[in-house]
């Protein structure tokens, strides 16, 4: 089992991105992104447009899951600029089952380049290789297919369909089901590996 012990939210590096612990100033960005075309599409946590109390209240509960051990949320931020573009992390960690379930969203100037790719790779290392869970999941919004593919891409498999299963801004939703298990991201990384 893992030693992790959230006393931090260590920051990620990769070639273009630093993700690092949101904080009170990341309020207005937080903001932007959320009210970038397209980005509440998929995004059903918000039965409208978020406001101000919305915003708080998400900074303070990305706060809360890291006192309550059960999940970091990072901005996501293109070096060397320390400005949140978007976010990406995990939460519901489930520590005697040893699984979580990740999370993203990222402003619409920014789509199409690689980015969340780049971070969602990050977080995924992150929960197997420092939290040594068995699973990493995701429900994704039927029809949302950006992020199917994005998961795809990462290795994730497509589980099931929750039908019907959230009801916001007036309709029932249903949610796809994404799954990637230690040993398949193992076998992933030994082949990019080449060995």
């Known amino acids: 089992m893992t030693d992790f012990d959230f006393a931090t939210a260590p920051a990620l590096e990769t070639d273009r991105l630093r993700l690092r612990r949101i904080t009170v100033d990341d309020y207005e960005d937080w903001l932007a992104v959320w009210h970038s075309p397209g980005v509440l599409d998929y995004l059903i946590d918000f039965d409208g447009l978020p406001g101000g109390e919305v915003a708080s209240a998400i900074i303070n509960w990305a706060d809360r899951i890291v006192r309550e051990r059960s999940g970091i949320r990072w901005a996501i931020t293109l070096k060397p600029n320390d400005r949140m573009i978007g976010s990406c992390g995990f939460h519901l960690y489930a520590r005697r089952d040893r699984r979580v379930e990740i999370g993203y969203e990222l ?24 939290l040594d869970v068995h699973r990493v999941e995701a429900d994704v919004v039927e029809g949302n297919a950006a992020s199917a593919a994005l998961l795809t891409k ?11 299963r959230v009801f916001k801004r007036g309709a029932f939703h249903s949610l796809w089901q994404f799954g990637l298990l230690a040993p398949d991201y193992q076998a992933l990384q030994k082949a990019k590996r080449g060995t």
Do not use: K, P
């Open 107 to 130: 402003h619409s100037d920014y789509w199409r380049q690689g980015i969340m790719t780049e971070a969602a790779q990050a977080v995924v290392q992150f929960c197997f290789n420092q």
């Open 154 to 164: 990462l290795g994730f498999t497509l589980e099931g369909n929750w039908r019907e």
